[in-house]
């Protein structure tokens, strides 16, 4: 007879020993011994229920954010999916439309400045000159310094804000051969096409050569748009343990079940195994997705007046945690939300849940 088992491991650890035992049980032939299941379309032999978290920070750092200028076409949608390498935005290559002369080449240097507002202002600085330091990408800059060394008076900032591109590029003088209209283009150094002052461009000459932006980081693509630009954030998805180390499974306990566990950093809990109570294994499981939670009755017409008190012993009747019992410990009737202590495996845990997500005994 299967019945349910506590595995207990080292917090952060769940998912590698999760995937060491469901190797182990496949190597031994234990298959038959195990309950098998299917979550997010993974079967095995072991729950570790987690949930998503979008957030701009974790462990690894802040959420990546890329400038994206409308010249470039997006590749992706909002609130999309998106892993390292994937392509978030194409600047198409640039060809010219007329025929033209090529009158002068230079280079320069361009600082972008992103204000408090997100609008941008553009600095375009002579090759020759030395621009300061602490102009880097990413630095803060107050309004009204100087942003070359030696304080040309023609490149002082305007308002406060932040660097967010420094680079050089080309700006390129061209005369239409069928009106003599003079047209001045500029393209970033790094793509432009080979241009030297008197060469003669036909139409569908090449001018600018294709950009490409890839996410760095994997996660959740938010797209907001500024008025010179979009910007698109990689908002990390951690996954976070709803039982921090715990594994479990619904196994027919027996010798060859114990040894499964010989050289791995877990253990049954209880000595011998003791098989979890089958209501505590049912948050478990919706947490795990396996069953469905009650939802709360749904409410019409006004807000109902609370007649809870802090203290006051509920049962709990939608979540994962429908059917237990808990102590009232805190009631925020602006969210409209209690939170109660309910006691699982053992531990004291709390839970929010809405007015209606809880009755009076």
């Known amino acids: 007879m299967k019945r349910w088992y506590a595995i207990q491991t ?29 979550v997010n379309g993974e079967e095995g032999y072991f ?130 051969l069928d009106d003599g209209q003079i047209v001045v283009e500029v393209i970033p150094e790094r793509y432009a096409a080979k241009l030297k002052e008197g060469m003669i461009l036909r139409k569908g000459d090449l001018l600018e050569k294709e950009d490409k932006i890839h996410s760095k980081a994997s996660g959740m693509a ?15 998805i951690e996954k976070r343990r709803f039982f921090p180390g715990y594994l ?25 195994p003791l098989p979890l109570p089958e209501d505590e294994m049912k948050v478990v499981q919706r947490k795990a997705g396996l069953i469905e939670a009650p939802a709360a009755p749904r409410r019409e017409g006004p807000v109902i007046e609370v007649d809870f008190e802090v203290g006051e012993v509920v049962r709990i009747v939608e979540g994962p945690f429908a059917d237990f019992t808990g102590e009232i410990v805190e009631i925020d009737k602006e969210k409209e939300e209690v939170t109660v202590m309910v006691k699982i495996f053992g531990r004291e845990t709390p839970v929010k849940l809405s007015f209606e997500g809880i009755e009076k005994l």
């Open 10 to 38: 080292q917090a952060g650890s769940e998912l590698k020993v999760k995937e060491e035992l469901e190797k182990r049980v496949r190597e031994l032939g234990l298959e038959d011994k195990f309950e098998k299941f299917r």
């Open 47 to 176: 729950l570790v229920p987690v949930e998503e978290v979008i957030t701009s920070r974790s462990q690894r750092g802040r959420a990546a954010e890329y400038r994206v200028p409308y010249e470039y076409e997006l590749r992706i949608e909002p609130n999309q999916r998106v892993k390292r390498g994937d392509l978030l935005a194409v600047k198409p290559e640039r060809r010219i439309e007329f025929d033209a002369k090529v009158l002068k080449v230079e280079t320069l240097q361009r600082v972008i400045l992103e204000l408090t507002n997100r609008n941008e202002e553009i600095y375009d600085i002579p090759e020759e000159k030395r621009i300061r330091r602490d102009i880097r990408v990413g630095e803060k800059v107050p309004a009204h310094v100087p942003l070359t060394s030696d304080s040309d008076p023609r490149f002082f900032t305007k308002a406060k804000g932040k660097v967010v591109a420094r680079e050089r590029v080309k700006r390129v003088t061209l005369e239409r």
């Open 222 to 236: 938010k797209i907001k748009e500024y008025k010179d630009k979009r910007v698109i954030t990689v908002q990390r």
């Open 248 to 272: 479990f499974a619904k196994v027919e306990m027996g010798e060859d079940v114990l040894e499964l566990l010989n050289g791995v950093k877990a253990r049954f809990v209880g000595n011998p």
